[in-house]
């Protein structure tokens, strides 16, 4: 039963934050696509807290904007402050992070969808997917809307079956006092998907009303930032400075939770499924670090003209009551007042090993899923896979090859390797550490890695790319320039390295031999008088000439190793693969193996569970394979000779 | 997938108590059963096809002939897949010893059906059905080949897992390093500034970490000896006393029996086990300069024992003063790097007309040593300077009988090289998350040593060691 109402090409179900880069990614790959919201109000809301990036979550925002996204651009206007964290750490963990007005944020995004061509953004709530002999053909919405595509990417966020916990209560919902997505997770078990429950929890807002800043640390952002998100960043235009505000919990907080711990869901463990443990709740963070005494907490500004504050650090879901009274044992918060109180919520989410590497789903061909759903959490992973997904649809209605980001390509890569081999226990987050070849994947040199690749799918412009090509011409040309210029110990050098505060020179050297001095960088060389040639290059040129050349060693290091990751990704193992038929393989490999079908040897020894002695049996039995059909193909040759 | 049966006599050839053969594969039971009687069976005249002895347990009976001749009486066991060194079917057919019987079981088996092992295929069936890993495989073959018992213990220790164990810890220790360094990228409104501190500890901990590493690196040349034996060439002229060193040296009880006899006689070379070291001593007849009969074979083949020996002893007469031909000889010693050259000045229970400090003078060696064979006085530290040039002197039984294969010592030492990178990168102020890169890869090394890594080579490796059907 139902009233079609639209064909498509792409349906994205939700306009999150994976959902808003999906549909826009698709349109703009000439697909006819289709959002569908639970309300317009919801689009690309950040339900939690109103900032964007950090380390490893910068680095994915940056290669969202070098492959076309929209997220960068967005934050870069709607910023409140900028600051690049990890300054006085290596070119690979430096990130940036920005404070964002949360409503304008949304605003803006929500215009980019409207104005986007082949695009068309409604209200709508998904109730069930259509599939025919396994493949996606449309959704069905509550109202019993049919919306047709053979393609549908769902990015349902923390609305699928979601639930409210608060205290006592608890009541089906969506964030922020928005409608849950309920029975689709039916429709999605019916189609054969394994689902699970995670959960999450968000902290109080508070009014900005009676709060006394003057006993709080004042946590201002850069002054002149030196980068942005996007490489199309108007960097001509003055930075806003909003502050954070920085406070203490103290024994008096400490007291009350534990008071009342046994009122919140989640020390009862009424609260459903596996929680983020890298923003855990402050019940949780009391109980586990009973040793520490304090724990930070940060007021975020909501926006411009918004006059809420995010307290960052109290996740929480004791009662209201209690969540006053804890708020106004910190110093300075002693007369606040709560707008809206922290809560947690659990939803619905699937485990991403029944994704391949393009997102699109091994049980239901055309079925991509992107964001929250896929047990990950975090703006910036769910912005990501949309991308991914919504790229990957379009491509496959183009007839061509999906695109796979590899782990040395990408911390886009890193993520979805990780997501579709090892799975994940518990809501993913990225890290710097979970790239392995970090040090090329800098946030910095995101666009080298992937602009080009943008271009070529047609998320990229011709004017961005000349410039993009312009300013790495611009890097090598400096490199090449800075190895070739030499100076001698002559007395004005002698003084110039004085003056830098460097040990002297004993016998020439290249430029570019000084730069890798600790103490030495370009503006050092240039303000000492050793070479003003830089004086008109951009900095973001000068910045990676400075990395490409003090991190030379480090660099190459990383280029070994991948090369050695690559001929282990490049030994393939053919779609059909029948790993029953290989005796000596132990159970758990042959079951992981079966389940996430990898593409290649590499992919296949990440798997957990499966060991090096069942990759080496793998190997052997892959090598005799090719072998035989090597030996099949001369007798063959022989035959017709 | 490759169930033919193979078959194999297990046991070391030459005279013994007791001799195996041994069959794995499918059909093995059926093939060994075959030739196979229980003693009742033996008297009747009969064969009770569908009687099946109970697995694993061992039965006493006959070995019969095609002719129905008794060729040996045996205990037979037959151990089904899986639970068994290969996971396949296996049987094992102990026999007594010695050569005839022996091989006659091993041609009635090859007769029905099994086919010869190639060497070390029972150990590739049992890694690639997942029984053992790579290590494992390899302790395996060491244990094959071990010369000694130190080195068969020390092969066992590590089947064992002792080397598996110690670089666990080290890869433990590296871990701990890499949350260190790596961790506080991630927590931002943690405090900065502990950063000096941390680095200082930081380059402690990888400091005794390298340590570790190279010292475990050191064990790779031991384990070559104790697994190939230190080879030892003892040259001299005529009647300087060779042919009584090498007997000395060669006394019964220290004789090895090795896998084939004739090869060494051909070689004109034997293994001795000089308190759990193996000597492989050459002798070197081609060097000989009696009269102008230079014999071009023999000398080639003295100068290739040259080349490769770990040990030259140079043999003096002391009651002698040094002759033409004396130097004649050291020159055509040319010491390679890793080469030692002991000079022992024999024969002091004579009158002395050579003294240490003349040969110390006119020759360049290690040591200079004195003894008389025939008095025995002086060959007991004769004795400890070869144990010592193994480097094995003062080495105690135990956790330092660790050993490593060419490939693992090779990690070992790929493994040492990134953290000795990683002190350079700290001295030379590099940020500690970049520091971490040495770390990372020094931890990958060690991973694939024990095989809990998988290598980009380890195809080349697996197929280097086990040979696979074309």
Redesign the interface.
């Known amino acids: 039963m139902g009233f079609e109402a639209g064909r498509y090409d792409t349906i994205v179900i939700g306009a999150g934050h994976a959902g808003c880069e999906a549909a826009l990614a698709a349109a703009r790959m000439g697909c006819r696509t289709l959002a569908l919201t639970v309300n317009l109000e919801a689009v690309a809301l950040m339900a939690c807290n109103p900032s964007l990036g ?3 979550k910068g680095h994915l925002v940056k290669e969202i904007d070098a492959l076309g996204g929209e997220m960068g651009l967005a934050a870069d206007e709607t910023m409140l402050q900028m600051r690049l ?2 300054t ?3 070119p ?2 430096q ?1 940036l ?1 920005a404070q964002v007005d949360k409503r304008r944020y949304q605003e803006r995004m929500r215009l980019v969808l409207e104005r986007q061509d082949g695009l068309d953004l409604r209200e709508g709530l998904v109730k069930e997917l259509l599939v025919e002999n396994g493949r996606i053909c449309g959704v069905k919405t509550e109202t019993d809307l049919l919306f047709m595509a053979p393609a549908v990417i769902v990015t349902t966020g923390t609305f699928l079956g979601g639930r409210i916990l608060l205290g006592e209560f608890s009541y089906p919902g969506g964030p922020q006092g928005l409608r849950p997505a309920e029975g689709l997770t039916r429709s999605l078990k019916q189609c054969g998907f394994r689902s699970r429950r995670f959960n999450t929890t968000t902290p109080p807002r508070i009014a900005n009303r009676n709060i006394k800043f003057d006993k709080m640390e004042r946590q201002a952002g850069d002054d002149r930032p030196q980068q942005q998100f996007s490489f199309l960043a108007d960097s001509a235009k003055k930075a806003k400075n909003y502050p954070c505000w920085l406070t203490h919990t103290g024994p008096k907080a400490h007291q009350v939770i534990a008071q009342h711990i046994s009122r919140s869901p989640v020390w009862r463990e009424k609260l459903q499924g596996t929680g983020p443990r890298y923003c855990p709740s402050i019940e949780d963070k009391i109980v586990r670090f009973p040793q520490r005494l304090s724990h ?1 907490v ?1 007021l975020e500004p909501e926006g411009e003209e918004l006059t809420e504050y995010y307290v960052q650090g109290l996740y929480t879901a004791l009662p209201e009551e209690v969540q006053q009274v804890l708020l106004r044992s910190l110093e300075g918060l002693e007369e606040c007042r709560i707008t809206r109180p922290g809560y947690a919520i659990e939803y619905d989410c699937i485990d991403p090993l029944q994704l391949f590497p393009a997102l699109e789903s091994k049980g239901v061909a055309g079925l991509y899923f992107a964001g929250q759903v896929n047990s990950t959490s975090g703006y910036e992973e769910a912005a990501a896979q949309g991308l991914l997904a919504g790229i990957n649809a379009a491509l496959k209605k183009r007839g061509e090859d999906p695109l796979v980001l590899d782990r040395s390509q990408a911390y886009i890569g890193v993520l979805v390797d990780d997501l579709v081999t090892k799975g994940t226990d518990e809501p993913y987050r990225m ?3 979970r790239a ?1 070849y ?2 090329l994947l800098r946030q910095e040199n995101a666009d080298e890695r992937l602009t080009e690749l943008g271009y070529r799918l047609g998320l990229i412009g011709r004017e961005r790319y000349e410039r993009f090509c312009k300013k790495w011409d611009a890097v090598r040309a400096e490199v090449e320039r800075l190895q070739n210029t030499r100076v001698t110990p002559a007395p004005e050098v002698l003084q110039a390295l004085e003056r830098m505060g460097t040990p002297a020179l004993k016998s020439p050297a290249s430029l570019a031999q000084l730069l890798k001095r ?1 103490e030495v960088n370009l503006e050092r060389m240039r303000e000492g008088g050793l070479d003003r040639e830089t004086a008109d290059l951009d900095p973001a040129v000068l910045r990676e000439v400075e990395n490409r050349i003090k ?1 030379e060693g ?1 660099i190459n ?2 280029r070994e ?1 991948i090369e ?2 690559r ?2 990704e490049e ?1 393939r193992i053919p779609e059909v693969f029948d790993y029953g038929a290989i ?4 159970a758990e490999a042959r079951d992981k193996l079966e389940q996430v079908r990898p593409r290649s ?1 590499g992919q296949a ?1 990440r798997i957990s569970g499966v ?7 793998l ?2 039995h892959l ?2 394979r090719r ?1 035989r059909k090597r ?1 099949a193909a001369r007798r063959d040759d022989a035959r017709e000779a | 997938m490759e169930r033919d049966v193979i078959c194999a006599i297990s046991t070391p050839p030459g005279e013994g108590g007791i001799g195996i053969v041994r069959l794995s594969g499918d059909e093995a039971y059926r093939i060994a059963r075959e030739v196979f009687r229980l003693p009742a069976e033996k008297r009747a005249g009969v064969f009770w096809k569908d009687f099946h002895p109970q697995p694993r347990r061992l039965y006493y009976g006959y070995i019969l002939s095609d002719r129905g001749e008794q060729v040996d009486e045996v205990l037979f066991v037959h151990m089904p897949a899986p639970q068994t060194y290969t996971r396949e079917d296996v049987v094992e057919i102990h026999a007594h010893g010695g050569t005839v019987p022996l091989q006659e079981i091993y041609r009635l088996l090859l007769q029905r059906g099994a086919r010869i092992a190639e060497p070390g295929e029972f150990t590739r069936r049992a890694f690639l059905n997942g029984r053992i890993d790579l290590v494992q495989a390899e302790s395996v073959l060491s244990v094959v080949r071990a010369k000694t018992d130190r080195g068969l213990r020390a092969a066992l220790s590590q089947l064992q897992g002792h080397l598996s164990v110690r670089v666990r810890e080290l890869r433990q220790g590296i871990l701990h390093l890499l949350g260190e360094t790596e961790a506080g990228a991630e927590f931002f409104y943690e405090e900065a500034g502990q950063e000096e501190g941390t680095r200082k500890g930081v380059a402690t901990r990888v400091g005794e970490l390298l340590q570790q590493c190279e010292y475990l690196a050191g064990r790779r040349a031991q384990g070559k000896i104790l697994q190939e034996g230190l080879k030892t060439v003892i040259l001299g002229k005529p009647n300087v006393g060779k042919s009584s060193l090498y007997n000395y040296l060669l006394q019964e009880e220290r004789a090895i029996v090795t896998e084939i006899p004739g090869t060494t006689r051909d070689l004109l070379m034997e293994y001795i086990n000089l308190r759990g070291i193996p000597l492989r001593i050459v002798d070197t007849a081609g060097l000989r300069r009696e009269g102008d009969r230079v014999e071009k074979k023999g000398m080639e083949f003295s100068r290739k024992a040259i080349q490769e020996a770990d040990l030259m002893l140079l043999l003096l007469d002391g009651s002698e003063e040094l002759s033409e031909e004396d130097f004649w000889i050291y020159r055509q010693l040319e010491t390679a790097e890793g080469q030692l050259l002991f000079v022992i000045i024999n024969k002091i229970d004579r009158a002395r007309k050579l003294t240490t400090e003349e040969v110390e003078r006119s020759f360049s060696a290690q040591r200079v040593l004195e003894c008389s064979i025939l008095s025995g006085e002086g060959l007991p530290a004769l004795e400890e300077a070869i144990l010592e040039s193994a480097q094995l002197g003062e080495v105690s039984a135990g956790e330092s009988d660790i050993i490593l294969e060419a490939r693992q010592g090779e990690l070992m030492q790929n493994a040492a090289e990134s953290l000795r990178d990683a002190l350079h990168a700290l001295e030379a102020g590099f940020p500690l998350d970049v520091v971490s890169i040495d770390l990372h890869q020094a931890y990958g090394f060690l991973g694939e040593l024990i095989g809990e890594t998988v290598g980009d080579d380890l195809l080349d490796h697996i197929f280097s060691r086990f040979c696979i059907g074309k």
Do not use: C, W
Request: hydrophobic share 35%; net charge positive; glycine share 8%.
């Open positions: 950090g380390p490893a964290l990890n006085a750490r290596g690979a963990v990130a992070r930070q940060f890290h710097t550490s392995e970090r040090l600790p991190y480090y290091k990383q190793q050695r990751y001929k282990m030994q005796g000596g393989l132990a040897l020894a060991t090096p002695a069942d990759i080496s049996i190997m052997l090598e005799e072998r030996s």
